[in-house]
């Protein structure tokens, strides 16, 4: 009807995507008969919350997420399992320790994994918008924590390929491994949800 706000709305899979427009200086917001709008910028992913579980099994483990929450504070992404949690680690040591007060990792990284020791096996929820899956990942030379940041699996050999002069070893909570040098991939599959310790010759954007 007339006057009626536009709305923009994608279905993928299934699933409606609301989006948000920005629109020329002369165009219309809303329907009008015989009006002319124009949209400089139409986004499906920011004005979007999604959601991720993750299962966290008791003992230690390695973790990331695809989202963006609202609040990335590691409390706050934390707080309705806490007392199901021991300690978060990442890549360089920093700790997320609830038993004594201690959280020097503070927000979380896009893009990077992280350790955790879990008293039981629990499912953590993270809602908020989603990282772009070809986000650039800071890697630095040597051992580091690498998150995943799409929402299907895919092989570890096909993922690494951009930097496989560059990789040295990438391997998962278990130990499974994809090694180049020696044509070797236990590791198969890299998944959401999953962070994965990787070693690499130089510092690189991946």
Known sequence: ?????????????GTFINGGAIYQPWGYDYFACNGLSGITTLDFVSSTIFSQDINLTSGWGIWS????????????????????????KDETGLVYW???????????????????????????????????????????????????????CYNAEYMMAPIYNEL????????????????LNSLGDMCPGKGYQIKTNSNLIF
Do not use: C, R
């Not at 706000?5 to 899979?13: C, H, I, K, S």
């Not at 040295?168 to 044509?183: A, H, R, S």
């Open 168 to 183: 040295e070893i990438l391997k998962n909570e278990t130990g499974l491994v994809y090694w180049p040098t020696f044509n």
């Open 1 to 13: 009807t007339i006057g009626e706000t536009l709305n923009w709305v994608a279905v993928v899979d």
């Open 98 to 152: 609830p038993q004594f007060g201690l959280n020097t990792i503070g927000n979380l990284t896009s893009g990077k994994g992280y350790q955790s020791k879990m008293i039981n096996d629990v499912t953590l929820t993270i809602e908020g918008g989603l990282i772009p899956f070809d986000a650039g990942l800071n890697i630095s030379e040597g051992w580091s924590i690498l998150g995943y940041l799409h929402q299907d």
């Open 65 to 88: 997420t695809y989202i963006d929450p609202e609040n990335s504070d590691i409390t706050d992404v934390f707080n309705d399992i806490v007392d199901d949690l021991i300690i978060v």
